[in-house]
């Protein structure tokens, strides 16, 4: 009998709890999104071709520091004084993690002269170092606008000499509020910006790269497979 009667209380609970689970509140869930690096989307300006005999610049990848409030992967819009978040849409990752392998990827796809390389023992001479100043929608007359703006610094690392710096932005404006459009609209951005910082590196390096010894040319030995044949 007492086997009985805790068999129908647990039996009981169960179907009590069933039904507070139905009764919770219904959220729409949040819709994802990403940006990243395009290199059909920006045109790249003619640049100092690499000579056969050198190899591209390694350049230590510093990493990126971003504001607090658009780090994560909340999407963060101004309007004047007022900040808010986009309501039901997220990145997929923080931004400050997308815009990192955006510009790790512009620079493995499409720089000529200069190669990133990650913060750990190398034999690379110079560090980048990148500083978003703002990563945002901004709107102005309900007309939104992505905007994205940094500092980069190119530093020696042997004296810790900034052989070079500048300021890059790019705005592109958005159609209408729609975040499909503005999602669009950082990835033009990202990939401008990312642009001005291949070319800011291999324009500050181009010296340093035409001071490297030659990169040594040894021949294919009998029976080798020479790439392309």
Same mark, same amino acid.
């Not at 000499?161 to 459009?181: C, T």
């Given at each position: 009998m007492k086997k009985l009667v805790k068999t129908l209380m647990v039996a009981g609970l169960a179907v009590s709890l069933s039904g507070c689970v139905t009764l919770l509140p219904k959220t729409k869930p949040a819709q994802l999104y990403?940006?990243?690096?395009?290199?059909?989307?920006?045109?790249?300006?003619? %640049?100092?071709? #690499?000579?056969?005999?050198?190899?591209?610049?390694? #350049? /230590?990848?510093?990493? &990126? @520091?971003?504001?607090?409030?658009?780090?994560?992967? %909340?999407?963060?819009?101004?309007?004047?004084?007022?900040?808010?978040? #986009? +309501?039901?849409?997220r990145w997929t990752t923080g931004a400050s993690s997308l815009f990192s392998d955006a510009i790790t990827t512009g620079f493995a796809r499409t720089a000529k002269t200069v190669t990133l390389e990650p913060r750990v023992p190398t034999a690379a001479n110079y560090r980048i170092d990148i500083s978003v100043r703002k990563f945002e929608t901004s709107y102005t007359r309900n007309k939104p606008t992505v905007s994205i703006a940094l500092d980069a610094r190119l530093i020696r690392i042997s004296d810790? !000499?900034? #052989?070079?710096?500048?300021?890059?932005? +790019?705005? !592109?404006?958005?159609?209408?509020?729609?975040?499909?459009?503005?999602?669009?609209?950082?990835n033009q951005a990202t990939t401008q910006v990312v642009?001005?910082? /291949?070319?800011?590196?291999?324009? @500050?390096?181009?010296?340093?790269?035409?001071?490297?010894?030659?990169?040594?040319? &040894?021949?294919? @030995?009998?029976?080798?497979? &020479?790439?392309?044949?």
């Open positions: 990403r940006f990243g690096y395009e290199p059909e989307l920006v045109e790249r300006k003619a %640049q100092t071709a #690499v000579m056969p005999d050198r190899s591209p610049l390694g #350049v /230590i990848f510093g990493g &990126v @520091t971003f504001p607090k409030d658009s780090a994560g992967d %909340q999407i963060l819009t101004v309007d004047g004084a007022q900040a808010s978040y #986009v +309501a039901e849409a810790r !000499v900034v #052989v070079g710096q500048k300021f890059i932005s +790019a705005d !592109v404006a958005v159609r209408r509020n729609d975040m499909n459009l503005m999602a669009d609209g950082y642009a001005g910082l /291949i070319d800011f590196s291999e324009t @500050t390096l181009a010296p340093f790269v035409a001071a490297q010894p030659p990169a040594p040319n &040894v021949p294919a @030995t009998p029976g080798q497979k &020479v790439e392309g044949l």
